[in-house]
């Protein structure tokens, strides 16, 4: 099997189906369905069951997706050494982090890239989705959790306290709550995936008992965005509410963890010129916002 006909399996593996192959391969549903079939006919193995509801392994496909899940390490391995070798300043760098880090961060650290090397292309990827930094989904991740996998170089580019925030029209029309009052009577505005994740729900050690959730939001660019609507009393980072030109409540509590922020990348491309430019130019722009 060859390296074209393995990434054509991988990709009907993962999808299950021929349009989500074709969709990941940017080729027709047609080449899909015949490369696999003459693949199958090459290998005198029939490696997919086709159902009504997809593609399925067969146990010779089984056996045979571990094999080349190793051609695609080998393959990602090699890629990634050759682009550490790179010492071009042209090229692209696929960049993976959240909305609120990239509109704050991010595309200023992009604008000045540009003016220093307009031929590095950034590929910007902001959303709550983690992609794989191993299998080359991105060049570079600048993310709020630190990777366990040591392969991966990762280094913490800020540290904030998180606190408690609000917008004046919010205070003026509501108040500011009594610490030990469970929010009686007050709006809050949380994070979407902490209300999955906590039984005890608490903002910056207070528990929620007696407050209203008027808005559970998928990201934290829209948690600010809220509070600075004045929906609601909100947790975000100390550096990121006093930037947004919000109210601190209760400045003497913080959320027992802090909001970390790491940049990481693979490795093998740490020294490309193109991904060190990039790389310099983020930290930059995280200088002096606390560590």
């Not at 349009?19 to 027709?28: I, K, N």
């Not at 709550?128 to 040591?150: F, G």
């Amino acid at each position: 099997m060859n390296w074209d006909d393995a990434r054509v399996f991988l990709a009907v593996c993962r999808e299950s189906t021929l349009r989500g192959a074709a969709r990941v391969l940017g080729v027709d549903q047609a080449t899909v369905g015949r490369r696999i079939n003459a693949l199958e006919k090459s290998l005198s193995a029939t490696l997919f069951l086709r159902t009504c509801e997809g593609y399925a392994l067969t146990a010779v496909g089984e056996a045979a997706l571990h094999s080349v899940e190793k051609m695609e390490r080998s393959a990602l391995d090699l890629e990634r050494q050759i682009q550490g070798l790179d010492d071009r300043l042209t090229g692209t760098v696929r960049v993976s982090t959240t909305d609120s880090l990239a509109i704050d961060f991010l595309i200023p650290a992009i604008a000045s890239l540009h003016g220093k090397h307009p031929d590095v292309r950034v590929q910007l990827d902001a959303s709550t989705q983690i992609l794989s930094l191993a299998k080359r989904e991105a060049d570079i991740a600048v993310r709020n959790t630190r990777p366990d996998n040591p392969d991966l170089i990762a280094r913490r580019i800020a540290c904030w306290p998180v606190g408690l925030f609000a917008a004046q029209a919010y205070i003026d029309r509501h108040g500011v709550p009594e610490p030990g009052s469970l929010f009686d009577g007050h709006d809050l505005v949380v994070y979407q995936p902490y209300l999955q994740t906590h039984k005890d729900l608490t903002l910056v050690s207070e528990p929620l008992g007696r407050g209203r959730i008027v808005a559970a939001l998928s990201s934290s660019l829209l948690v600010r965005r809220s509070i600075a609507a004045g929906l609601g009393i909100g947790e975000i980072p100390v550096y990121t509410g006093e930037r947004d030109g919000l109210v601190r409540l209760w400045p003497e509590r913080v959320r027992p963890l802090p909001y970390d922020v790491w940049l990481v990348t693979h490795a093998d491309l740490r020294h490309t010129a193109r991904v060190r430019a990039v790389i310099d130019e983020i930290v930059a722009a995280f200088a002096g916002t606390g560590d």
